[in-house]
């Protein structure tokens, strides 16, 4: 167990955290990659504001929707709106890049390294930047991907085809009836393969990820491994932050580097190996002096 006295450590003088930054990784026997939702938000997918408004300005006047997150929750009275909303959802989250080359100056920051990619982001934003998807592990699924609504068998689907379709038909913020996704199992509506009920299905690709991930910490326990965590914030901190903090704990040559634009932070045991730098992300990937081809 760690202390509830959680320490900002080294934040102060920024460039010579950048410096300890860029020694740690270019020692690191491997780097192990956690990252939240604040890595895209850093890379310009934000799900409020301007960009929210340019792509739902209709659900938010109709709705008074105020952000992306929320939109995904709302009670819509069919589905022919709610596949409006989630088509839209999917598609500008999903199959449009990031406005900025964030998670391409985070693979050249680690490609020369033995690495693995953990994440709670179901954006797939690290496979199109070019991350060996053999090294990914999405935990709490993919926007790419459908499910039955009743998970009556564990099987998901891809949905970018049908996706395009209900933007190209979308019409008075509804697709049409025949557009609307059912299982080809049961029948019942499909939805979105994400972590946010008891019915989530974890598929063969899952699995094999999972088993993947436990066998990369396996083969590097008690090397220098740097466990870097990347805009994690606190809503689901069993599935990266703790696990991370407990590593760090049981290996003396491992290190935890947190960058977080607010919550940048470390328990006071395993303060002597960690770096916390609260500043935003895609600056950090800048001035370690890594430059993105794309």
């Known amino acids: 167990m760690f202390s509830k006295i959680w320490t900002k450590k080294s934040t102060a003088d920024y460039s010579e955290s950048i410096g300890r930054l860029k020694k740690a990784v270019k020692e690191a026997d491997a780097v192990v990659v956690g990252a939240g939702a604040g890595l895209s ?3 310009g997918l934000t799900y409020s ?3 929210f408004e340019k792509y739902f300005g209709d659900f938010m006047e109709k709705y008074r929707i105020r952000d992306m997150y929320s939109g995904g929750f709302y009670p819509y009275p069919s589905l022919e709106e709610y596949w409006a909303w989630w ?3 999917i598609y500008y989250n999903r199959y449009v890049d990031p406005p900025k080359q964030t998670y391409q100056k985070l693979l050249e920051t680690v490609k020369d390294k033995d690495y693995f990619v953990l994440t709670t982001n179901v954006d ?3 496979q199109k930047a070019g991350f060996d998807k053999k090294r990914l592990f999405y935990t709490q699924g993919d926007y790419g991907l459908w499910q039955c609504s009743k998970a009556c068998h564990q099987k998901t689907y891809d949905n970018e085809e049908a996706v395009r ?3 190209e038909e979308e019409k008075d913020m509804r697709v049409p009836s025949a557009l609307v996704p059912r ?4 029948g019942k509506p ?3 393969n994400l972590r946010c009920d008891d019915i989530f299905v974890q598929d063969e690709g899952w699995y094999a990820a999972r088993n993947r991930y436990a066998d990369f910490l396996r083969r590097h326990e008690g090397m220098k491994v740097i466990y870097l965590e990347l805009g994690v914030g606190a809503n689901t901190p069993v599935i990266i932050k703790y696990p991370f903090w407990k590593m760090t704990a049981q290996n003396p040559e491992a290190k935890y580097i947190c960058i977080n634009a607010q919550e940048a932070y470390a328990p006071r045991e395993i303060l002597d190996s960690a770096l916390c730098i609260e500043y935003d992300i895609d600056k950090v990937l800048n001035d370690i002096g890594v430059k993105s081809e794309c």
């Open 183 to 186: 299982c080809p199992v049961c």
């Open 41 to 43: 938000a850093s890379a």
């Open 190 to 192: 499909m939805t979105m």
């Open 49 to 51: 504001g301007e960009r």
């Open 165 to 167: 379709k209900m933007l």
């Open 124 to 126: 797939h934003c690290f």
């Open 87 to 89: 088509s839209r959802h």
